[in-house]
């Protein structure tokens, strides 16, 4: 298992890591209709932090294995039998997010996330007899991914409450500086074309979740509402929403965001908002057809928020990370101005119309203004 050339032509993600997607499908949408049933419920504060403690776990199973594989995938039968438990570990965790919503109980993601952790222990360890130079690197990598997990042991004990939240985000901050603390010294090689291009996969999945759940929200609202006209509309200007932002995501040359450690950083942790927003759009979906149909007792500007905001926030975290530095002034001002837009439209008669119209507009622009071309 010996660090893969970063610079191997043609390099592209695996069938394995798009099977290894697959269970990612099914953890997102449950806790993406966990948020929807929270937020319909006007259980805006738990039905976020649980959101945000669950999809983390989501997020950084999914990323440390991605970006593992850039460097040391081999695609052998261990290899691929490791992988396939990591794939356990992800169905046992989706299966406990019910409880985590309902009842504040970790217990079965915990297990399910220690599954996928201690399998990727392995994984460092087996490639540390290969790595060469990089021997120190992958032992820290395994040493800080296995100390990591006798806290999320003890985050069991903690009652559900604000200690928790708390404990959460301190245990989540030592989980994402294990990177830092392995790879200060010497950095493992990352394939930039690779890695982009798997995080444009995992967005393809999260937008696609936007589309499959407003569909089946829009034909179990069908059986509610005489006129067919609302839940046309809703799902014409939901694709509107999802095709725009898919065009927002994949204009910029994502490959020159990844060119330094520090900058690669920057960029798979923001994707954590971006991946999370992109998700959550779609529960707003969701809960915009319940006050439709009169199963939420939420506002209509209530309602919008819970759209409005994902979109926002999906628009402002890849303009930063993928947009800005190779856009010229015209694309950095609308698209920041353009996300400020969709964050008012709440108050509007008619928001959600007028969102998909502000990403219309932001699609043209970046048709007319393509990105600058590489100042190498």
Avoid: K
Wanted: hydrophobic letters at 55%; proline letters at 6%.
């Amino acid at each position: 298992m010996q660090p893969r050339d970063p610079a191997q032509p043609h390099r592209t993600a695996s069938t394995l890591e798009l099977f290894f997607d697959l269970v990612f499908v099914v953890a997102v949408s449950i806790a993406s209709a966990q948020l929807h049933h929270a937020l319909s419920h006007g259980d805006f504060v738990h039905g976020i932090t649980s959101y945000a403690m669950v999809f983390f776990a989501v997020w950084w199973a999914w990323m440390n294995f991605t970006w593992f594989a850039t460097s040391f995938d081999t695609d052998d039968w261990l290899y691929r039998v490791t992988t396939i438990v990591q794939m356990g570990g992800v169905l046992v965790f989706a299966a406990g997010i019910p409880a985590a919503f309902e009842q504040g109980d970790f217990t079965i993601p915990v297990l399910g996330y220690i599954v996928m952790r201690i399998a990727m222990v392995a994984q460092w360890l087996r490639a540390s007899r290969g790595a060469g130079e990089l021997r120190s690197a992958t032992r820290r990598y395994a040493l800080g991914i296995a100390a990591v997990q006798v806290l999320w042991v003890l985050f069991l004990l903690i009652p559900s409450g604000p200690v928790q939240i708390v404990a959460f985000v301190v245990f989540a901050l030592i989980e994402v500086s294990v990177p830092v603390f392995a790879e200060y010294r010497r950095q493992t090689p990352w394939h930039p074309h690779h890695i982009t291009e798997r995080y444009g996969l995992f967005t393809l999945i999260v937008l696609g979740e936007s589309l499959l759940a407003s569909a089946n929200a829009i034909i179990d609202a069908s059986h509610e509402l005489e006129s067919l006209v609302p839940l046309i509309s809703i799902s014409v200007l939901t694709l509107v929403v999802t095709a725009s932002l898919w065009w927002v995501y994949f204009w910029p040359p994502q490959h020159r965001a990844i060119t330094t450690f520090g900058r690669s950083l920057r960029y798979g942790y923001t994707h954590y908002l971006v991946f999370a927003a992109a998700a959550a759009f779609s529960a707003g979906i969701e809960v915009e057809l319940d006050v439709l149909i009169g199963e939420s007792h939420l506002s209509s500007v209530a309602a919008s928020f819970t759209v409005t905001i994902p979109i926002a926030i999906f628009l402002l975290g890849i303009w930063w990370i993928a947009i800005r530095e190779n856009a010229d002034r015209v694309v950095n001002t609308v698209i920041p101005v353009g996300a400020l837009l969709v964050l008012l439209d709440p108050i509007l008669p008619i928001p959600v119309a007028i969102t998909a119209g502000v990403l219309v507009v932001i699609v043209v622009v970046l048709v007319l203004r393509p990105p600058i071309p590489s100042r190498s």
